[in-house]
């Protein structure tokens, strides 16, 4: 993978990660609100443990393989280089 590569990929993830955080705080609820409800999660939920527990777990799986994909492919195209 070429070096610009990498950076337009680093700069694609920056943007997709500052634009859902800005969204997150734009969607804030303000405190001033009548029923906002502020309470733990509930784990006797299916709902809450999905949303809360095996999402975050499979983005993270995902996001390593991810990464392992793209280290191995590096290590490769570095033996190549290498080997020539």
């Known amino acids: ?3 610009t590569t990498r950076i337009s990929t680093k700069i694609s993830l920056l943007t997709i990660f500052f634009t859902l955080h800005s ?4 969607a804030q609820q303000p405190t001033h609100s009548a029923g906002s409800k502020n309470e733990a999660v509930d ?3 299916w709902f809450e443990i999905v949303i809360f527990i095996l999402f975050p777990i499979i983005i993270i799986a995902i996001y390593l393989a991810w990464r392992k994909k793209i280290n191995d492919e590096k290590n490769e195209e570095n033996n190549n280089t290498q080997n020539d």
């Not at 969204?23 to 734009?26: E, G, P, R, T, W």
């Open 23 to 26: 969204v997150l705080i734009a």
């Open 1 to 3: 993978m070429k070096p």
């Open 43 to 45: 784990l006797t939920n």
